[in-house]
Every structure is written in C-alpha cells, then in structure tokens.
T-cell receptor, first 114, second 114 residues
Framework: NAGVTQTPKFQVLKTGQSMTLQCAQD?????MYWYRQDPGMGLRLIYY???????DKGEVPNGYNVSRLNKREFSLRLESAAPSQTSVYFC?????????????FGSGTQLSVL | AQTVTQSQPEMSVQEAETVTLSCTYD???????LFWYKQPPSRQMILVIR??????QNATENRFSVNFQKAAKSFSLKISDSQLGDTAMYFC???????????FGTGTRLKVLA
C-alpha cells in the first residue's frame, strides 16, 4: 500500500547539471502533478497530467520538462539546474474528476542547487 | 483564474483551546472542491478535511470543522481542543470539476503551545 512514491528524497546538484525526479503511484489514478514548495510561496504547480498521454503547464513551468511514461509514472526533469530551482518538490496524484476527488502526495524531494 | 488566499502567515494557540484559520478563494466555476491540508515537520502532506461546494452542510472530521461561506468565498478551518500534534503548516486548496488543477494558498504556520 505504497500510494505515491517519489525518488530521491534528497539531492544536491551543481549549477548546470541535469537530473530527473521519479514519481509512481499505485492507486490507478488518472491525474498526476508536480509541485514545488518554497518558503512563503505555498505549493506552486509546475506541470500536471490530467490523464495518460497528456501533460500541461502549471504556474511555474520554466526550466522543467515532464514525461507521463504510463498511467503509473510521471517524471520531472531539470535539464540545466539553476540555484533558483532549489526547493522541495512534491509529486501528487488524484482520480481526476471523481466525486470523491482529493490529492495524494509523495513524501517530497529536497533539492539544493549550488 | 482561480486563486486561494491565506492572510495569516503564523498563528499560535494554547493547548486545549480553539483556533480558526482563514482562507478565501476565487473561482468562476460552480462545481468545485475545497481542502485543508496539514504539513507537520515531517514534510508529509496530510488531508485534514474536504468540502464539496454544492453541499451546504459544513464538513467535520473529529476536532476539525470548516465554516464554508459560499457567497463570501470563504473557507475557514476550526480546530477544537488543540493538541501539540496539531503544530504544523496548514494549506487551503481549491480544485474545480473538469480542470484537474489544484491551487494552494501560501499556508498558515500554526504553533500549539503547552
């Protein structure tokens, strides 16, 4: 009963390096999301995938790319990391349009870009 | 555009007392859902309570209840008999039927004092 699993939990990068954050859910959810959390800014949506095969930009997509690999997996890629991308990243999923709609979160990734 | 505003960055309450956290929102949709999420120091995001806009009755979950004022677009969270374990960041969130996007407020940091 894992729910939403994201890896890694911590990561330190140098400016210009690339990396991919992985996320998988085992709840057969249609929709998946990537958020970043910064002090005083709340959670801001980076990208989301309403259903398998679709992705859309959120509030802060610049510097990121995503891939909805299949219904279970949704990855977030930083092609050339910048210090401004230092943040806590959360993956989340939801049924997407269900009457009992709610968001389930992974445990987060603390990313530092030096 | 949808917005969620939490105007109280920090609050404190004595153990066993009652505290109310404020949230206002804006949406032009008629079918939407509102949420309160709790984020303790562990960083995990935990759903506290959920309200469907078409339901007039305020949602309750044990010591947690909401005051949903649809016309005023207000959605406050009341915590009764506050406990030390309620110390956390609390986020208000909104999603509308069909958009699949969850928008969060900037959060209220609540400290319960012994």
């Amino acid at each position: 009963n894992a729910g939403v699993t994201q890896t890694p939990k911590f990561q330190v990068l140098k400016t210009g390096q690339s990396m991919t954050l992985q996320c998988a859910q085992d709840m057969n959810h249609n929709s998946m999301y990537w958020y970043r959390q910064d002090p005083g800014m709340g959670l801001r949506l980076i990208y989301y995938s309403a259903s398998e095969g679709t992705t859309d930009k959120g509030e802060v997509p610049n510097g990121y790319n995503v891939s909805r690999l299949n219904k279970r997996e949704f990855s977030l890629r930083l092609e050339s990391a910048a210090p401004s991308q230092t943040s806590v990243y959360f993956c989340a999923s939801s049924e997407g349009g269900a009457s009992n709609e709610k968001l389930f979160f992974g445990s987060g990734t603390q990313l530092s870009v030096l | 555009a949808q917005t969620v505003t939490q105007s109280q960055p920090e609050m404190s309450v004595q153990e066993a007392e009652t505290v109310t956290l404020s949230c206002t929102y804006d949406t032009s949709e008629s079918n939407y859902y509102l949420f309160w999420y709790k984020q303790p120091p562990s960083r995990q995001m935990i759903l506290v309570i959920r309200q469907e806009a078409y339901k007039q009755q305020n949602a309750t979950e044990n010591r947690f209840s909401v005051n949903f004022q649809k016309a005023a677009k207000s959605f406050s969270l009341k915590i009764s008999d506050s406990q030390l374990g309620d110390t956390a960041m609390y986020f208000c969130a909104l999603t509308t039927s069909g958009t699949y996007k969850y928008i969060f407020g900037t959060g209220t940091r609540l400290k319960v004092l012994a």
